[in-house]
């Protein structure tokens, strides 16, 4: 246990107050008044002391230390010819005592306490030639017993502010030796294990919430994990097993299903991953599986499968990332696509293709400097579906989809993954439907909306930044208008007005934020 120990720390102006001489055995002693003073307190005093003979390591009497601008103390103790002797006071700034004890010819002895700066009592101690002896207790702000530490009898308990015991351990003086047990707020064991001088060695459990199943049981030898470490289910069956060498995991590390069987073994090496391993299905069928060189470059290859063992997905790896060749397939077997790698990016040409493992769905190629790619889909006719130009995985620039008879269905154009400007929607015939505008990916403008001829306006709405706002406008094929009307979002405003193909006045309803408060209809 650490306690705090007087360091004089102060530049020294040292003023002769007076001089007192006196005879031990004999001989006469100078006792000279010493004061310091805070550097940037002129004329604040810091300490106050008598040395011996103007040797400033004998100080005698009484000695004092202030806080910086205050009278109040920080330290108060007694020397007697360089050694401390008798009580020593520590002072928080409010005044309240820090820490107390007691010196005989500069060694602890007797009752030391420290308190908190509220005043309650925190750590009660015991010295004998500088020694703790008998139980240090140590207590929380509200007076349980926080820790119990008695160096003779070699144990240490900590409590819970409940007054539950937290944890147990054997002792060697100051440090543990021997065995240590660690319990919840419930009085349930937590934790068990052994130290040799301070440090972890031999068997160390972890148990399960409220039960005396294990959870982990781990191997140290000097504070350092070494050999296997195994974790288990609530069952008590074997779940995971971790080599450790050196307090580095090293070795094959193995997984387990609750039923026993094995669930994947990888390879490590030095704390790394080494690109070997094998996954399996808990009926013991091979999931995955990757081989890797322990050269250099680590060329490897991985291959994943279905319950049925049919191959999924093969590809090669090289320094861990996929490079070359990635090929998927369906679970009958058929090409679901084919990707090409370059240390982890995707180069040249990718295909995605339909279940029958020939028809081609997706294309894309990518560009040199990865960022950029073309994507064309297709339906399963062979005709495209959609195309356009994607950089850094957003959309970019015109993009078209088309309907399985080959006739244009959208035109848009997106910058950075939203669209942007002129908007066109056609029906499976190539008419006009839809004309709008967007900015930032959010309707702006005049959307409009064609009759099948792809001329006559069915709809006017105006937009502003995604949401209906404006006087709404619908008609006829003769061009008459049928309803008109201000809107906001989905909410109708004021007067609407409804016409006859003539142009005839029909009714007229009054809104207030959406709600109708009244019908007219024409005398």
């Not at 050694?83 to 030391?112: I, M, P, T």
């Not at 013991?284 to 063992?309: C, D, N, P, W």
């Amino acid at each position: 246990m650490k306690y705090l120990k007087y360091k004089k720390n102060f530049i020294y102006i040292f003023c002769l107050i007076f001089v007192i001489a006196f005879g031990v055995n004999g001989q006469s002693k100078e006792r000279t008044l010493i004061k310091t003073y805070y550097d940037d307190w002129a004329g604040i005093v810091a300490e106050e002391f008598y040395v011996l003979d103007g040797d400033s390591n004998r100080i005698d009497g009484e000695y004092k230390r202030y806080f910086p601008g205050s009278d109040n103390l920080i330290v108060k103790s007694n020397y007697k010819d360089g050694e401390l002797n008798g009580d020593f006071y520590e002072f928080f700034e409010n005044g309240r005592v820090h820490f107390k004890a007691k010196y005989k010819n500069g060694l602890k002895q007797g009752e030391y306490v420290s308190f908190y700066v509220e005043g309650a009592k925190k750590t009660v101690a015991h010295f004998k030639q500088d020694k703790m002896v008998g139980t240090m207790k140590k207590f929380f702000p509200n007076g349980t017993v926080q820790i119990e530490h008695n160096i003779s009898k070699n144990y240490w308990k900590e409590y819970y502010p409940s007054g539950k015991l937290m944890n147990e351990s054997e002792m060697l003086g100051e440090v543990r030796n021997g065995v240590t047990k660690v319990y919840d707020q419930e009085g349930n064991l937590k934790q068990k294990g052994t130290y040799k001088e301070g440090k972890i060695d031999g068997k160390y459990y972890t148990y399960f919430p409220k039960s005396t199943t294990v959870q982990k049981e781990s191997d140290f030898v000097d504070g350092k994990l070494e050999g296997e470490s195994k974790e288990f289910y609530t069952s008590g069956v074997l779940k995971q097993v971790i080599p450790f060498e050196n307090n580095i995991e090293h070795g094959l590390r193995l997984e387990y299903y609750e039923s026993g069987q094995l669930m994947s073994e990888n390879r490590i090496v030095k704390g790394r991953t080494t690109g070997n391993y094998k996954n399996y299905y808990e009926d013991g069928q091979l999931k995955s599986e990757m081989i890797t060189a322990l050269g250099k470059e680590q060329k490897g290859v991985f291959r994943e499968f279905s319950e049925k063992g049919i191959l999924l997905k093969e590809g090669h790896m090289q320094q861990g990332k996929m490079h070359g060749i990635t090929k998927g397939f369906y679970d009958d077997g058929a090409l679901k696509q084919v990707f090409n790698y370059q240390k982890g990016i995707k180069k040249g040409v990718q295909k995605q293709y339909y279940t029958d493992g020939e028809t081609l769905k997706v294309e894309e190629v990518f560009a040199k400097n990865a960022t950029e790619n073309t994507v064309k889909e297709y339906f399963e006719n062979g005709k495209v579906k959609e195309e356009g130009k994607m950089i850094k995985k957003l959309k970019t620039g015109s993009w078209k989809t088309y309907y399985a008879n080959g006739k244009l269905k959208t035109m848009k154009s997106f910058t950075g993954g939203f669209e942007e400007g002129e908007s066109l929607i056609y029906n499976k015939e190539g008419v006009l439907m839809t004309k709008e505008r967007y900015r930032k990916g959010r309707l702006v403008g005049i959307h409009l909306e064609y009759y099948d001829d792809g001329r006559t306006v069915l709809m006017e709405v105006p937009y502003d930044k995604g949401y209906i706002y404006g006087e709404v406008k619908k008609f006829y094929r003769n061009g008459q208008i049928r309803e008109i009307g201000k809107q906001y979002k989905d909410k109708k405003l004021d007067t609407w007005k409804y016409f006859d193909e003539n142009g005839i006045l029909e009714k007229e309803e009054i809104y207030n934020k959406g709600t109708l408060l009244e019908v007219k209809y024409p005398n």
